[in-house]
């Protein structure tokens, strides 16, 4: 029998212990000098990452680890002798049990057809750098992000409520939706088994009276979804959907927005047409960029 827990920072060093250990046994011999001084540089450091470490323990012996870092696997590696038990697995499904978005690791030769059995498929061919010889690899989301139609309209109103807790932006919404400004490719939802969870809008805005721009407002996940990446699945998708605009301005988090590429509005001469703090108000450069008061939707109020 065993239990998988979160690691205790006193437990650190044995977990480093392990995974050295498993190291040097099946996947170092192949590799050069440089390779290993990098892996262990790479295993040591793990001190100073902030990231999930789940470990295995089997009579209180630790037998196995995974650290996991917003979707990516760093290192998971199980001790030879309590393979074929199950541990990796539990060890994957626990530290990912949160995650909606895909999830990507660097596989070693010896570890690939173990991903497989997890479900992770090859995204490229063995790469190797700074010795360090490896397979990306990915487990797509069980989410399914597509274009809103009106038999989503009733459960997105469902999840912009229970987002934002009132009904207003549920009504700039609907708005939206009958302004000139909407654009149904750019109105997504997440699903999850057929079930609508998220939705992401953008719509059509002028800079300094010039077109081709585009507003992303409102995001919104469901809160009992909330905090597993859905947000920035839909982002990104959007995103990726709008190549052929200017730009997108955002009204939001400091901390958030600049991981999709948005920077500070102001920095670009583009203003936001009331008063909000300069750090809040981002734009995202597309493909280019004119100056001046941004004109939103008249659903905006």
Do not use: W
């Amino acid at each position: 029998m065993y239990n998988i827990e979160r690691m205790n920072r006193d437990e650190m060093n044995d977990v480093i212990s392990l995974v050295k250990k498993v190291f040097d046994a099946y996947v170092g011999p192949g590799y050069s000098e440089e390779g290993k001084r990098n892996f262990n540089h790479f295993v040591d450091d793990m001190v100073n990452r902030e990231s999930n470490i789940f470990v295995a323990k089997a009579d209180k012996k630790l037998v196995g680890m995974i650290e996991m870092n917003k979707g990516h696997i760093s290192l998971f590696f199980v001790d030879s002798d309590y393979f074929g038990k199950g541990i990796g697995r539990t060890l994957f499904e626990t530290a990912s049990k949160d995650l909606l978005c895909d999830v990507t690791v660097n596989a070693s030769d010896y570890a690939i057809k173990a991903y497989e059995a997890l479900g992770f498929v090859g995204v490229n061919q063995m790469q190797k750098k700074d010795g360090i010889i490896f397979l990306p690899m990915v487990k797509k989301s069980p989410l399914v992000i597509v274009e809103e139609s009106p038999d989503d309209y009733k459960e997105i109103d469902q999840v912009l409520i229970s987002a934002f807790e009132t009904d207003e932006e549920m009504k700039l919404v609907n708005c939206l939706r009958d302004s000139n400004e909407y654009i149904h490719h750019l109105s997504t939802v997440a699903k999850l088994d057929g079930k609508v969870i998220g939705h992401c809008m953008m719509t059509k805005i002028k800079v300094g009276g010039h077109e081709g721009y585009l507003a992303l407002a409102p995001v919104a996940v469901h809160e009992s979804y909330q905090g597993k990446s859905v947000g920035s699945l839909l982002i990104r998708d959007s995103i990726k959907r709008a190549d052929e605009y200017k730009g997108i301005v955002v009204l939001g988090h400091k901390d958030y927005y600049p991981k999709f590429g948005f920077e500070l509005a102001s920095k670009y001469g583009i203003e936001c047409p009331f008063k909000v703090p300069d750090e809040n108000y981002m734009y995202l450069k597309i493909s280019d960029s004119d100056s001046g008061v941004v004109e939103y939707s008249k659903a905006f109020g």
